[in-house]
T-cell receptor, first 112, second 115 residues
Framework: DAKTTQPNSMESNEEEPVHLPCNHS???????IHWYRQLPSQGPEYVIH???SNVNNRMASLAIAEDRKSSTLILHRATLRDAAVYYC?????????????FGQGTILTVHP | KAGVTQTPRYLIKTRGQQVTLSCSPI?????VSWYQQTPGQGLQFLFE???????NKGNFPGRFSGRQFSNSRSEMNVSTLELGDSALYLC??????????????FGPGTRLTVL
């Protein structure tokens, strides 16, 4: 799996957009970019994933750079419930057999 | 549909003892992975089971072992516990369709404290 680099922490105000960056300069052509988040006292939960194109779902959007060396998770309107540790993962999916390589993640604080 | 369940949720053991943790995956999910989470090392992959076979293993000593049953339920065992084994142990299940995009669904974890 490719190494990912994220800022240690970020802050946002409620109802404002949040852009969480991730660098994955050694990503290979078959590595998918996954984002998970871990709310306090819970296990990680899936947020979104993508390969080359930008992706949207009900939780967030994922913007992937054209060279795929970086990506940005976008929360369109942060809520207090979005306060969590966000993990960016670049892995080979089906060949990794259940292994997700988590980095240190970004601690997101949302202010009311 | 019920989520991933782990039992027990909390456990206190002493050094030298052994412990068994249990994980019930989401119905229909065939792959079960285990992770250890500590403040110092973060989330680290232990191993993954599919069809009762271990397919992948992380960099942990042999004291850490696991198994999977025919109903996909899984257990992990840690023998000769050390203080450093104190951690949150997380189980995750996935459909395992062979797709690059299989999502893992995590349980709430078992908090193990070794005294």
């Amino acid at each position: 799996d490719a190494k990912t680099t994220q800022p240690n922490s970020m802050e946002s105000n409620e109802e404002e957009p949040v852009h969480l960056p991730c660098n994955h300069s050694t990503i290979s052509g078959t590595d998918y970019i996954h984002w998970y988040r871990q709310l306090p006292s819970q296990g990680p939960e899936y947020v979104i994933h993508g390969l080359t194109s930008n992706v949207n779902n009900r939780m967030a959007s994922l913007a992937i750079a054209e060279d795929r060396k970086s990506s940005t998770l976008i929360l369109h309107r942060a809520t207090l419930r979005d306060a969590a540790v966000y993990y960016c993962i670049a892995n080979a999916g089906g060949t990794s057999y259940g292994k997700l390589t988590f980095g240190q993640g970004t601690i997101l604080t949302v202010h009311p | 549909k019920a989520g991933v369940t782990q039992t027990p949720r909390y456990l206190i053991k002493t050094r030298g003892q052994q412990v068994t943790l249990s994980c019930s995956p989401i119905s229909g999910h065939r792959s079960v992975s285990w992770y250890q989470q500590t403040p110092g090392q973060g989330l680290q992959f232990l191993f993954e089971y599919f069809s009762e076979t271990q397919r992948n293993k992380g960099n942990f000593p042999g004291r850490f072992s696991g198994r999977q049953f025919s109903n996909s339920r899984s257990e992990m065992n840690v023998s000769t516990l050390e203080l450093g084994d104190s951690a949150l142990y997380l189980c995750a299940s996935s459909l395992e369709t062979g797709s690059y995009t299989d999502t893992q669904y995590f349980g709430p974890g078992t908090r193990l404290t070794v005294l």
